[in-house]
């Protein structure tokens, strides 16, 4: 507040044009998603029409969507994969990424660099030996099937690593001299003090799971496994398309990345920069 | 005590046998398909129709969106997990020759089971390899005019001005239209990318030869297509949306007279209800000066095909062909709800077909979309379709922006082939 007031005589064309470059940017960002929410209130003639206020529509849309999609399976079959997904993927990593840095091994730079080289390979080129894989082990329609393939990603180990590379030594080899064995070193002490860290791998993790497209859908191919972003595919793949209705099934679609963003905004953003340091 | 404990076991066993038994008994098929309004409810409607023939067979419909039934079974197809798989599959028209080569003996073959004279040539030819069909044809892509004839009279024409003409003629009217009311004829997405398969099956010519080479440098009528597309884009008479939203929006808010699509855009077209009485159905424009060009195309539409996998394929294909392939009743009833037209000509002469569509002012626009199908000529679609189709929009592209045609179109010729190559 303070500082607007001491600023506000000096309006040079230099700050207006900074500011209005801004505005402009932040309303190219934020329009489509206000867009997306108006639409879910609007009927389909209306958005036709590029209405851009609220709508009366907000029931009926929502009506036509319950009516015909199975959409509480599908929102709560996305939950429990991207939390359970999250949960297993932060410990497993976090776990790894704690163990590059701690313990000692002449060969661990050379297998970090080989974990790393993984990223490298893109998601799809695996996509039909893992489905062959896990089908074989009877992994199919699975919640252990969907989730397994990202519980330990080279980028989460890395991003962990180099978390802990900021995580002072000092207060491991405290806590080993007052006897606290090595597990409860890592429950105890560091999850605790790395929140940080884990926040920001949360929002990243819980975000690629809610959004998973390609894995989901063949891994899980009996109806009642259904992911919301399958239920997003099948609303949009039809002859004549309800766009008040699809949009309410996106803005539902981001509601749990959302919340989950703005709840650990703070630490997601020290933890990004943690990260990087 | 003890012996009335096992009597009792007995029972309870005995009785779970009898119940596993007796569910044994009912065949269950699975189908995937898209289109909750269009292609699961007739799929519903033709279980409904089955369960008077065949009691014992229960017909499950899932819903799965059309790009994801190719990833799953690409995924199944090349890993050999075929576990998961439906019994019947419904698939584009316009992906039956990639998956019929790429993945040979994973669809039961058809050919002795349906009676596939009753179906338009062009249509049965999208899903027949080797000589064999593996496909019972459903949802009808007869492309058609779609076109404001309140526009029209506007600026003195009527819809038997606009029918049976050539693209010249088509861009007369649509300068004369633009004059004298403001509004472009024609709406569509932009590139007018449809346009480039639809007017080269118009004329009975692909963009392979017989061999399944690619035919483009030198090809007359592809060269003539992208003539007339240009000519319409320059004559500003073309109203070119950004995406499919907004090509939707231009048909129902009146910013453009007319599309030239796969007849399916019809249950777009009646959403606007203010609009009802003001539309008209005709063929589309044909190429001038072009031997063998007709007023009749195809774009879009879609088939059902059974899994060769399916335990139940002899099943499935039975209840395909009294349902899809012999049911003239049956296509009177989805015609009547969801406006699914069908690509089973006996159907055209049920009542539902003849009957006067008032939307389009008492004109019968089914029978008229019926007869428009059984002309539509057939091509040889191939593999690379759509890479053949990306290849000319890219040389659309720079023909509008004044490139040489002859050469761009040499150059998207070599394109295909590498692409073959590889």
Redesign the interface.
């Known amino acids: 507040m303070s500082q607007i007031r001491i600023r506000r005589g000096k309006l040079r064309p230099a700050r207006v044009a900074k500011y209005a470059f801004l505005v402009l940017a932040s309303f190219l960002s934020a329009f489509p998603f206000y867009w997306m929410l108006v639409s879910a209130t609007n009927s389909?003639?209306a958005?036709?029409?590029?209405r851009m206020f609220p709508g009366a529509n907000l029931i009926e849309n929502w009506k036509t969507l319950t009516a015909?999609?199975a959409l509480g399976t599908a929102f709560l079959n996305s939950l429990r994969n991207a939390t359970v997904t999250t949960v297993c993927a932060l410990f497993i990593s976090s776990l790894a990424g704690y163990g590059f840095v701690v313990y000692r091994d002449k060969y661990k730079n050379l297998v970090m660099s080989l974990l790393m080289l993984s990223m490298m390979v893109p998601a799809a080129a695996t996509?039909?030996?893992m489905?062959?894989m896990f089908?074989?082990m009877g992994l199919?329609?699975s919640l252990l099937g969907v989730m397994l393939p990202s519980v330990a990603t080279a980028f989460l180990i890395f991003m962990f690593r180099q978390g802990t590379q900021s995580f002072p030594d000092a207060i491991i080899q405290a806590a080993r001299i007052d006897g606290l064995g090595e597990l409860r070193i890592f429950l105890q002490m560091y999850m605790p003090i790395m929140k940080p860290t884990y926040a920001a791998a949360a929002t990243v993790t819980f975000m690629n799971a809610w959004n998973a497209y390609?894995w989901p859908?063949?891994i899980l191919?009996?109806?009642d496994q259904i992911t919301m972003p399958?239920l997003i595919?099948?609303t949009?793949?039809?002859?004549?398309?309800d766009?008040g209705m699809v949009m309410l099934a996106v803005s539902i679609c981001t509601i749990p990345t959302l919340v989950l963003f703005f709840a650990l905004q703070r630490s997601f953003v020290e933890g990004i920069l943690g990260s990087v340091k | 005590m003890k012996k009335f404990l096992s009597v009792l076991l007995t029972v309870v066993l005995l009785a779970s046998f009898a119940a596993v038994a007796g569910a044994e008994e009912k065949t269950t098929i699975t189908v995937w398909c898209w289109d909750p309004a269009f292609n699961i409810y007739a799929m519903n409607e033709a279980a409904k129709v089955y369960a008077q023939i065949n009691p014992d067979v229960e017909i499950e419909v899932i819903e799965v969106a059309s790009n994801d039934c190719e990833t799953r079974q690409t995924a199944a197809f090349i890993s050999g997990q075929m576990d998961d798989l439906p019994d019947i599959v419904l698939m584009q028209d316009n992906s039956g020759q990639k998956f019929l080569s790429t993945y040979p003996g994973m669809y039961y073959d058809l050919t002795d089971k349906i009676d596939y004279s009753n179906f338009a040539d062009f249509k049965v030819n999208y899903f027949v390899s080797e000589g064999r069909n593996y496909a019972v044809p459903f949802d009808n892509g007869c492309a058609a005019m779609f076109i404001r004839t309140d526009i029209l009279e506007e600026a003195g024409y009527t819809l038997a001005d606009v029918t049976d003409i050539t693209w010249s003629r088509f861009i007369e009217i649509g300068k004369d239209v633009k004059e004298k009311t403001g509004v472009p004829i024609l709406t569509c997405e932009m590139g007018l990318a449809d346009f480039l398969m639809m007017i080269p099956q118009s004329a009975g010519t692909w963009y392979f030869d017989e061999e399944g080479n690619p035919n483009i440098a030198g090809n007359e009528v592809l060269k003539a297509t992208l003539e007339t597309i240009k000519q319409m884009a320059d004559a500003g008479i073309v109203y070119e949306a950004v995406d499919w939203a907004e090509y939707i929006s231009t048909l129902n808010t009146g910013k453009a007279a007319s599309t030239i699509q796969g007849c399916w855009i019809l249950g777009s077209v009646v959403l606007a209800e203010d609009q009802a009485g003001k539309w008209g159905v005709t063929n589309i424009p044909r190429l001038d000066n072009i031997e063998g060009a007709t007023n009749y195309s195809n774009q879009g539409g879609s088939s059902w095909l059974v899994l060769a996998n399916s335990e139940n394929a002899e099943i499935a294909a039975d209840f395909l062909n009294q349902t899809f392939a012999g049911s003239t009743e049956f296509y009177q009833t989805i015609l009547k709800s969801s406006g699914a037209i069908a690509t089973y000509l006996p159907a055209a002469e049920g009542e539902a077909y003849a009957a006067p569509h008032e939307f389009f002012g008492g004109q019968a626009v089914f029978a008229d979309i019926m007869e428009f199908s059984a002309q539509i000529p057939k091509v040889e679609l191939r593999l690379y379709n759509y890479e053949a189709r990306d290849a000319l929009r890219d040389a659309l592209q720079a023909y509008r922006d004044g490139g040489d045609l002859d050469s761009l179109m040499q150059e998207a010729q070599d394109t295909v082939e590498f692409l073959m190559m590889e």
């Open positions: 389909n003639q958005i036709m029409e590029m015909g999609y996509l039909i030996p489905f062959r089908s074989r199919n329609n390609l859908l063949v191919q009996s109806p399958m595919s099948n949009m793949n039809v002859y004549v398309v766009y």
